[in-house]
């Protein structure tokens, strides 16, 4: 039994996706405790620009499924699927974006196989086993999760949660043709870009807002402060559950993962859920008049005190300096 | 034609506590609901079925009181209802309970779509509607923000990722998991919720299955298994500030101005 993890490559416009790195990153380190190779998978993509795309990359070899179709689910977890028969692998990690959520529970399914998915850590034991940790239960308890009987081990990490990999040197790893082996069924329509200025992940400057918010009225004045500050509103999943928002907003594992130089967060407790989207903050303050609130671990200048009697007055006097804060560029 | 759409009774208050002391997780008072995104899998549902002759049945795995969910759909309009149920499906990861929920589907008939909400406000992990199209067989689509157009043959919908609004056209029998701000859900409505005492649950336990093996349900036909549970550990925190509303405001605004 090999100790070998295969990675879901994802690529795009600009080449391989930081998720794809940050999976390789922590693979690396995954395989320190018992050792083993590193493999990738790849779907569809720019045939031309994918080699160079990999260069450096500590992966011994990487599959390419060319003609499989991002958007078709289950054609391209077949692709894997057939990876997996080829190099049987004690790991397979595959990012939480869009894709890798509608493409991982089918591998696992037909590989019948464990899947934890959104880890917040993975570990390695020295007999290769995959420690799976996650938020459970709502996110106040953490959960060490193994998979016993079963390979792959599998495992899906949000992107922005694990540091990337740096590439070393100059070697390319051996690239091998994967063709689809039966077609889709799913028909291409058209597919059109969303406009991404607005959303959150995009922003330098972030207000956040969460469960000690206890009005819809309310968000009207954490966005006002935002505004002033020169950037969006974005909030827990608390208030999304609640329907104050919408999903667009949320920071989480369940959410976004932001990555602004200024976070204040207002009434938002920190659970390791929330704290999961937002490890690339640059500077974060928390306002809770909780002082055990666990948001203030990870403040940078933790305040504890009432929301409601704090942000009038950061409005009233970025009000009275007449500027807003650092006009931000999208 | 014949809508399946799976529904789960989650805690009302998403976050459960642990006693540290005894390692028990406490759901005192923790009022149990239907998971809100799977109401928009239901309303996705009813608004076909406005437009095409549709049967809808709802599904639900839990315990008896899961019952809730079942009776809260019919006041929605749902035509039938199942609750799959047995002390052998309980501990379940996603694994089994697609597994379970496949093959308790399987014991009332064909359906040509199935729906699913977008994730658990329990869980959180969107996994279980794609092992299941998996376990069906059948080409799925997740994030669909739209349901465009339902033939006898195909449905249309506009999905949207991360970056992009991707229309496409799947063949039935397919599965689809609805994003809830493309079908937020009607209330139920009076009438049909006098009427939803009087429709019978279809109760599926483990005997009416096809696979009738314990070992390939519950905590025993999970692939995963909790080790270890444990309160997040607490770090090394910078010095906390706290006064008057306008003494904190002043440095936060100190930090802000740069």
């Known amino acids: 039994m090999n100790q070998d993890i295969l990675i879901c490559l994802e690529t795009g416009e600009n080449g391989l996706h930081a998720s794809s790195l940050e999976l390789i990153g922590k693979a690396l380190e995954l395989a320190q405790p018992c050792g083993g190779s590193l493999y990738g998978v790849v779907m569809g993509g720019n045939a031309e620009r994918l080699p160079e795309d990999l260069r450096g990359l500590p992966l011994q070899r990487v599959y390419i499924g060319q003609t499989c179709r991002t958007y078709d689910a289950q054609e391209c977890a077949e692709t894997v699927v057939e990876c997996v028969r080829r190099i049987d692998p004690s790991v397979l990690l595959i990012s939480g974006t869009c894709f890798g959520r509608s493409v991982a529970p089918r591998i696992a399914v037909a590989c019948r196989t464990g899947l934890t998915a959104d880890c917040t850590e993975l570990e390695r034991t020295p007999e290769g086993g995959l420690i799976q940790i996650r938020p459970a239960f709502g996110g106040d308890i953490m959960a060490r999760i193994v998979t016993d009987h079963t390979r792959p081990q599998m495992a899906t990490v949000r992107p922005g949660v694990m540091s990337s990999c740096v590439r070393q040197g100059d070697r390319m790893p051996e690239l091998c043709a994967l063709s689809r082996k039966t077609d889709g069924h799913i028909h291409l329509l058209d597919v059109q870009p969303l406009k991404l200025a607005a959303g959150i992940a995009a922003q330098k400057v972030l207000v956040a807002a969460g469960r000690g918010v206890k009005r819809k009225e309310d968000l009207v004045m954490l966005e006002h402060l935002a505004q002033r500050m020169g950037g969006a509103l974005a909030c827990s999943r608390a208030l999304v559950e609640k329907g104050l928002l919408p999903h667009e907003k949320q920071i989480g594992l369940s959410g976004a993962t932001v990555s602004p130089d200024l976070l204040l967060t207002c009434g938002i407790s920190g659970s390791v859920q929330f704290q999961a989207g937002i490890r690339r903050a640059k500077t974060i303050i928390a306002i809770n008049s909780d002082p055990e609130a666990k948001i203030f671990d990870l403040a940078h200048i933790p305040v504890c005190g009432d929301l409601y009697e704090i942000v009038p007055k950061l409005i009233e006097r970025l009000e009275k300096d007449g500027e807003s804060v650092e006009e931000v560029s999208l | ?258």
């Open chain 2, 1 to 258: 034609m014949k809508i399946a759409v799976c529904m789960k009774q989650v805690p009302a208050e998403s976050r459960g506590l642990m006693n540290e002391e005894t390692g028990v997780i406490v759901r005192a008072g923790l009022k149990p609901e239907v998971n809100s995104y799977d109401l928009s899998a239901l309303e996705a549902a009813l608004r076909i079925r406005e437009n095409v002759p549709a049967e809808i049945h709802v599904f639900t795995m839990g315990p008896p009181k899961a019952e809730d969910v079942i009776r809260t759909a019919f006041s929605m309009g749902a035509d039938a209802g199942f609750l799959i149920s047995d002390p052998a499906f309980s501990g379940a990861d996603v694994l089994a309970t697609s597994y379970t929920l496949y093959r308790a589907m399987e014991t009332a008939g064909e359906y040509e779509l199935v729906l699913c909400g977008r994730q658990t406000t329990d869980g959180d992990t969107a996994q279980v509607s794609g092992a299941l199209a998996q376990w069906m067989n059948v080409p799925h689509a997740n994030w669909v923000s739209d349901i465009e157009n339902v033939t006898e043959a195909s449905v249309t919908v506009a999905q949207k990722t991360e970056r992009e609004r991707v229309r496409m056209l799947l063949p039935l029998p397919c599965l689809l998991s609805v994003e809830r701000e493309g079908f937020l859900p009607r209330l139920p409505s009076l009438r049909l919720k006098m009427t939803a005492g009087k429709k019978t649950v279809v109760s599926i336990g483990i005997k009416d299955l096809s696979d009738r093996d314990p070992a390939h349900y519950g905590l025993n036909g999970s692939a995963t298994r909790v080790r270890k549970i444990y309160p997040p550990p607490r770090t090394q925190r910078n010095p906390l500030f706290s006064g008057t509303a306008d003494a904190c405001a002043e440095m936060i605004l100190h930090e802000v101005r740069g």
